[in-house]
């Protein structure tokens, strides 16, 4: 018999996932966009609101006669100024741009009454107003990326090719001035020919375009991955990519928007009725299939979606060889990891999650459906997970080349110059994606070259992210728990005082470079009994100017691209957090070389034991030492059904 408490969770689950598919639905149509100030509004006939309409008011005669499709403008003095701003995508003609603006002052009042500040994006345009100065100051939060509905075939080759543009046209639009913020390209792909876009506000500093853009770019993967097109909308910019010449003259406009389907009221209504029938359908059917089904658990076939995130213990007995030791591939921090090969013949790697956490199934679920949402080419993706009684498995895609620390440490003749370059590369955007990713920001807490696999072409992926939260919970975010970290990688600020911030991951991520341009272990590094760790030595060598000596002599590459990353690894790892770069700024003086770099100061040498006698310490699954403050209990062997 199924207990009525299993049904009844099972039916919660059900109602998450149709909330998650309708959500998803809704998010086709097309805009107008809004995000609104909803708690901060002002009050009715006040100063500025008077001030705000005038500005309104006066924005499209100002549309016509700018020399740009950009203009800022305020209204007002004092604390009731109010600040506008207004952006046409570039290719539009006056016409349209002026149309756009009218329009997105009509809808910011409809969709944003009385809200302090807004903004609206339309198809070409985008409108923004506040009672502070925001001219000139990038704000990345709540951004809005939609995806094209049609997906791609081989998805991650399609976003690699995506992000090559992109982040060419980053560059341009950013550095080049004569670009006026904006750039369009396009690139092969097999048969195809990809169109992007990207622009930025011109009241930026190139920098903060370029920052603007990258975190746009970030957004991708979460919003728009596998889709053959997507457009995300900042504050601060925009960028679009798809199969067809979209920027290419007025009619392709209409014609694109015309492809995109656009939505009137009436057939939203349409659509939400009908959804809201099918969902009551399914949940009545979905009830009679709970009643029928006896003793056997409710998830136990992946039958209701393939998407769906939830996975049987049997199937996943049936995938592993009931967790045959044969099919082990290591044991990780958290749990055992095993390999499976799923019915429909994905290979999978499945983690055994030790049973030492005090949180609750339901607490868990709650973390690993937000852990799925973030999705990154730099991140190992988790494909779902199982709780069954004690047992929590997350099963993630499987990674044929292993962790980086083999490839590095054991083989590193593999890795040439640009392949370690482009290792670093996409292990910093990684990172990037978990700090930046406006709606859950993840910090790693244990980044080391073990937590990095590499797929079939050599491309770093993170994994174990979001540990900390499955475990413990979002509290596991706060400064004060105890967890995970790796000697060797760890800041002093949190060796020392468990204090934890992004500039902690920053600080492993210095330690990481360093290594991948030497080959050499921070940790069980050599060089005298005053330096006894990689670090110490690479800072010894640069403040005598030698830093060319830290080179491995056997890998040919550029002195100057040698030392620029070698300076970016000491700023890194500087001993206050506080001096330590964001990963924003990483990627970017990684990617550009005009961007001048500081001067580094020294590291921390004798912090927490960066003790050549006992490395990697840490590095134990033992969940005591993960955790201090979860109860160890024996991991018994899996009981499989
Ligand atoms: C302001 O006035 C509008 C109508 O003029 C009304 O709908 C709204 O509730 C008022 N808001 C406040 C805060 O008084
Ligand atoms: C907008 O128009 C007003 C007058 O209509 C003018 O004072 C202001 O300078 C204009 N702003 C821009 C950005 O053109
Ligand atoms: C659009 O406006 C700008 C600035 O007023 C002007 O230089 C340009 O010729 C106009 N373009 C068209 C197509 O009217
Ligand atoms: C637009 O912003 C710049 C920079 O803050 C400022 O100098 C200029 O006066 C603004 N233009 C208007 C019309 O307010
Ligand atoms: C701003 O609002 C105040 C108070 O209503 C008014 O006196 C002032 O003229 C307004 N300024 C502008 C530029 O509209
Ligand atoms: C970049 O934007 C930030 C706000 O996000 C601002 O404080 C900073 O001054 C801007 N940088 C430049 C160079 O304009
Ligand atoms: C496209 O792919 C996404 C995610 O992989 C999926 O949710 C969606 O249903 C797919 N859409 C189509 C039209 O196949
Ligand atoms: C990006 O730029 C590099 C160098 O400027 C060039 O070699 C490459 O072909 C460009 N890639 C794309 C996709 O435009
Ligand atoms: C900047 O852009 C202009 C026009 O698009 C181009 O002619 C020039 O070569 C570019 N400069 C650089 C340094 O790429």
Redesign the pocket.
């Known amino acids: 018999m199924i207990h009525h408490f299993t049904v009844f969770k099972s039916i919660k689950f059900f109602f998450l996932f149709c909330t998650l598919a309708f959500l998803?639905h809704v998010t086709f149509a097309d805009p107008p966009y809004e995000v609104c100030s909803t708690r901060k509004v002002y009050a009715n006939q006040s100063s500025f609101e008077n001030n705000l309409s005038n500005l309104l008011l006066s924005l499209p005669s100002n549309v016509s006669t700018s020399i740009s499709k950009f203009g800022n403008t305020s209204s007002g003095i004092g604390l009731d100024r109010a600040y506008g701003l207004y952006m046409c995508l570039d290719f539009v003609s006056n016409e349209t741009c002026h149309k756009c603006v009218t329009n997105a002052i009509s809808d910011v009042v409809k969709l944003c009454p009385q809200s302090e500040e807004a903004v609206v994006y339309e198809e070409f345009c985008q409108l923004r107003y506040s009672n502070k100065n925001f001219i000139g100051s990038l704000d990345v939060t709540d951004n809005i990326g939609k995806d094209n509905?049609?997906?791609i075939s081989e998805p991650e080759k399609y976003e690699s090719a995506v992000n090559k543009i992109l982040n060419n046209l980053t560059k341009i639009a950013s550095f080049n001035v004569s670009s006026n913020m904006y750039a369009t390209g396009e690139v092969n792909f097999e048969d195809k020919t990809i169109y992007a876009l990207v622009q930025c506000t011109r009241d930026l500093s190139d920098t903060n375009c370029s920052r603007c853009l990258l975190s746009a770019i970030g957004d991708i993967p979460g919003c728009c991955?596998?889709?053959i097109g997507a457009r995300v909308w900042s504050r601060s910019c925009y960028l679009r990519y798809e199969f067809y010449p979209f920027y290419l003259g007025e009619t392709d406009q209409t014609s694109s928007s015309a492809k995109q389907g656009r939505k009137n009221n009436s057939s939203k209504i349409w659509m939400i009725t009908s959804i809201a029938v099918g969902v009551g359908l399914v949940i009545i059917i979905f009830i009679c299939y709970l009643c029928f089904v006896r003793n056997k658990g409710i998830w136990q076939s992946n039958k209701i979606s393939k998407?769906f995130p939830f996975f049987d213990l049997g199937s996943l007995c049936v995938a592993t060889g009931d967790f045959s030791n044969s099919n082990m591939l290591g044991q990780g921090g958290f749990g055992p990891v095993y390999k499976g090969i799923l019915s429909d013949g994905m290979e999978v790697a499945i983690k055994r999650l030790s049973t030492c956490s005090e949180q609750g199934s339901e607490e868990f679920i709650n973390e690993v459906m937000l852990i799925l949402k973030l999705q990154h080419k730099n991140l190992v993706k988790l494909l779902g997970f199982c709780v069954d009684g004690e047992e929590k498995l997350l099963v993630y895609e499987y990674l044929p080349n292993g962790s980086l620390d083999v490839i590095l440490f054991e083989q590193g003749a593999q890795l040439d110059w640009a392949k370690r370059v482009d290792i670093i590369n996409g292990i910093a955007r990684g990172i990037l994606y978990l700090h930046e990713d406006s709606r859950l920001q993840i910090i790693h807490r244990d980044l080391k070259a073990s937590n990095v696999l590499l797929d079939y072409d050599m491309n770093p992926k993170i994994s174990d992210f979001g540990m900390a939260r499955i475990f413990a919970g979002s509290e596991g975010e706060a400064n004060t728990a105890t967890i995970v970290g790796t000697y060797g990688y760890m800041a002093p600020e949190y060796a020392m005082e468990g204090i934890y911030s992004i500039k902690s991951d920053v600080f492993g991520f210095g330690v990481l470079l360093l290594e991948i341009i030497t080959g050499k272990r921070n940790t069980g590094f050599y060089y005298s009994k005053s330096t006894p760790s990689l670090l110490a030595y690479a800072w010894h060598l640069w403040n005598e100017g030698k830093g060319l000596e830290l080179r491995d002599p056997l890998l040919l590459c550029p002195e100057d691209q040698f030392l620029r990353y070698m300076n970016i690894g000491l700023l890194c790892v500087q001993a206050d957090a506080f001096d330590r770069p964001t990963m924003s700024s990483v990627v970017l003086m990684l990617m550009n070389e005009s961007v001048t770099l500081g001067l580094p100061e020294k590291p921390p040498f004798s912090v927490g034991r960066l003790n050549v006698n006992d490395p990697n310490v840490l590095d134990s699954e033992d969940c005591s030492v993960d955790y201090n403050f979860l109860t160890v209990s024996d991991i018994l062997p899996l009981q499989c059904p």
Do not use: K, R
């Open positions: 998803s509905v049609q997906n991955y596998a889709s998407d």
